[in-house]
């Protein structure tokens, strides 16, 4: 695929409020309101290396949905964008799931950050266990209607300038503060 938008669901089923990511994509993904043409849904899990490798198809931008530790209270959404500065560096490692590693990673790859947000919940619980925490739970209906207006923005506003260009000094917009909310 070239262009358009990757909605990758982040996290560890396995641990709780960790399967954040993967229970909003599912419902992203299953019967209803079907997404615009030009997006794709993926639940990337903790296969960062796929994640990478998908990025390389030149997708417009990313939309990424994990549980995202802070200092809110479980359930709470907060909206990120992310450009190369927010990155950083980190150790890619081929059998995890690291979303800033494999990012900041994307280069050595030959590819580069699409215009980038994350849609995070602070979690409750991401001990061993299968299952979402009530505060948690609560916050997936909020999360899909949020990635679905930002994918429905991102489609209108058309490719991001680091889709245009491979200069990764220019590659990405400055970040904008977090909105948060409260589930």
Do not use: K, W
């Not at 964008?81 to 030959?110: I, K, R, W």
């Amino acid at each position: 695929m070239s262009g358009g938008v990757l909605v990758a669901g982040i996290g560890n089923l396995f641990l709780s409020d960790d399967g954040f990511g993967p229970e909003v994509v599912r419902r992203l993904a299953g019967p209803g309101a079907p997404l615009p043409d030009g997006v794709r849904v993926v639940d990337y899990g903790i296969r960062g290396m796929h994640l990478a490798y998908d990025l390389l198809d030149g997708y417009d931008a990313l939309v990424l949905v994990d549980a995202c530790p802070g200092g809110g209270a479980p359930g709470e959404l907060t909206v990120l964008e992310v450009g190369p500065d927010d990155l950083g560096t980190g150790e890619f490692d081929a059998h995890g799931m690291n979303p800033v590693s494999v990012l900041a990673n994307l280069g050595q790859l030959g590819g580069t950050l699409p215009h980038t947000h994350v849609v995070g919940c602070t979690p409750a619980d991401v001990e061993e266990g299968i299952g979402l925490s009530e505060a948690v739970a609560a916050a997936v209906p909020e999360a899909v209607a949020e990635v679905r207006a930002l994918v429905r923005r991102l489609l209108a506003a058309g490719p991001a300038p680091s889709s245009r260009t491979a200069d990764p000094a220019t590659a990405a917009p400055a970040p904008v503060p977090a909105r948060t909310r409260r589930s």
